[in-house]
Nanobody, 124 residues
Framework: QVQLVESGGGLVQAGGSLRLSCAAS????????MGWFRQAPGKEREFVAV????????YYADSMKGRVTISRDNAKSTVYLQMDSLKPEDTAVYFC?????????????????WGQGAQVTVSS
C-alpha cells in the first residue's frame, strides 16, 4: 500500500519560511518523480514544483520560482519543499504526489499517488 505523508505545514508571517516534507512508503521511491501542488479555497489545484528521478531535474511554477526549492533524499524516501519569502497568496493546502515520469511533469493527472495535504497559512 502506497502512502505519502506530508508534514511541516503551519502558520507563518509574510516573508517567513517553511519546509514541507513528504515521506513515501510502499513504492520504489527512486523510480518516481515527486511533485508538489497546492490548492487554495475555491481554486483549482495548481502545480508548484517537481523533481525527477534525478535530483538534477527540477522545474518550478513561475509564481514560485526563486522562492522555493525542491529536493529529494532517496535513502529516506522523502521529498522536501523549502519555501522562503512567503506571501499571503501562498496560503493553501500543499500536496505531494508521485508519478512515473523520469523527468517530472506539471500535470496532476500524470501522478499516480497523492498525499493527504498539509495546510500552509501565511499571515500579512
Amino acid at each position: 500500500q502506497v502512502q505519502l505523508v506530508e508534514s511541516g505545514g503551519g502558520l507563518v508571517q509574510a516573508g517567513g519560511s517553511l519546509r514541507l516534507s513528504c515521506a513515501a512508503s510502499g513504492l520504489t521511491f527512486s523510480s518516481y518523480c515527486m511533485g508538489w501542488f497546492r490548492q487554495a479555497p475555491g481554486k483549482e489545484r495548481e502545480f508548484v514544483a517537481v523533481i525527477g528521478w534525478s535530483a538534477g531535474n527540477t522545474y518550478y511554477a513561475d509564481s514560485m520560482k526563486g522562492r522555493v526549492t525542491i529536493s529529494r533524499d532517496n535513502a529516506k524516501s522523502t521529498v522536501y519543499l523549502q519555501m522562503d519569502s512567503l506571501k499571503p497568496e501562498d496560503t493553501a493546502v500543499y500536496f505531494c504526489a508521485a508519478g512515473p515520469s523520469p523527468y517530472g511533469t506539471t500535470l496532476p493527472y500524470h501522478y499516480d499517488y497523492w498525499g493527504q495535504g498539509a495546510q500552509v497559512t501565511v499571515s500579512s
